[in-house]
Nanobody, 122 residues
Framework: QVGLMESGGGSVQAGGSLKLSCTTG????????MSWYRQTPTQEREFVSR???????TYADSVKGRFAAVRDINKSTMYLQMNNLKPEDTAMYYC????????????????WGQGTQVTVST
């Protein structure tokens, strides 16, 4: 099993849509909240979205109303539906679990994916 594997990036015109995927092992998926981040060569890593194991979501103001994170327990996959894409959304997108500890103090949910590139042209 892998920790996290992203896919779904690509090149689209402004106003278009992409759907990113982040697939995990089953027990990572059920125990870890998961987030999307993005980064460009000239900007520090930026928070994009978060979805909890109970399906509560939060979004950066810059993507609110355009992006939606969902979880599919049958596929152990988190998706990021990205609509009305803008050139400023161009970045490498990373999936990550949100760190936590269990009752024994073991470190859990410290995984990062390899990234998937999103490019929006105008």
């Amino acid at each position: 099993q892998v920790g996290l594997m992203e896919s779904g990036g690509g090149s689209v015109q402004a106003g278009g849509s992409l759907k990113l995927s982040c697939t995990t092992g089953h027990y990572i998926f059920i125990y870890c909240d998961m987030s999307w981040y993005r980064q460009t060569p000239t900007q520090e890593r930026e928070f994009v979205s978060r979805i909890t194991i109970d399906n509560a979501t939060t979004y950066a103001d810059s993507v609110k109303g355009r992006f939606a994170a969902v979880r599919d327990i049958n596929k152990s996959t988190m998706y990021l539906q990205m609509n009305n894409l803008k050139p400023e959304d161009t970045a490498m997108y990373y999936c990550a679990t949100d760190p936590r500890r269990n009752e024994a103090g073991d470190r859990l949910c410290n995984y990062w994916g390899q990234g998937t590139q999103v490019t929006v042209s105008t």
